[in-house]
Nanobody, 121 residues
Framework: DVQLVESGGGSVQTGGSLRLTCSVS????????MGWFRQAPGEEREGVAF???????NYADSVKGRFTISKDNAKDTLYLQMNSLKPEDTAMYYC????????????????WGQGTQVTVS
């Protein structure tokens, strides 16, 4: 099993930055596909950024050029650097791992953290 714990959320002003961290335990993070999602009140959950085992990344159009996903396999950690934050980025942010712990994202995420709140005003 995989356990995910997010941290690093908070309240920032427009234009500010935050770095989210997702600590992985239970099944060593060998670089399998992981991603960040977010959900604002009353909205559907949306995928924000994804990273494959070879470091290939994909981003939602709304965050391209502002957010960067990265990983540190040795530290069992996933990151999301968020710059130039906007009020519309306000949401609960979740990290997730591919359900099959595949090297390449299958689009099916079966392991989720509890989330960390990001508020931009």
């Amino acid at each position: 099993d995989v356990q995910l714990v997010e941290s690093g959320g908070g309240s920032v002003q427009t234009g500010g930055s935050l770095r989210l961290t997702c600590s992985v335990s239970g099944y060593r993070y060998s670089g399998y596909c992981m991603g960040w999602f977010r959900q604002a009140p009353g909205e559907e959950r949306e995928g924000v950024a994804f990273i494959d085992s070879d470091g290939t990344t994909n981003y939602a159009d709304s965050v391209k050029g502002r957010f960067t996903i990265s990983k540190d396999n040795a530290k069992d950690t996933l990151y999301l650097q968020m710059n130039s934050l906007k009020p519309e980025d306000t949401a609960m942010y979740y990290c997730a791992a591919d359900r099959y712990l595949s090297d390449y994202c299958s689009g099916d995420f079966g392991f989720w953290g509890q989330g960390t709140q990001v508020t931009v005003s």
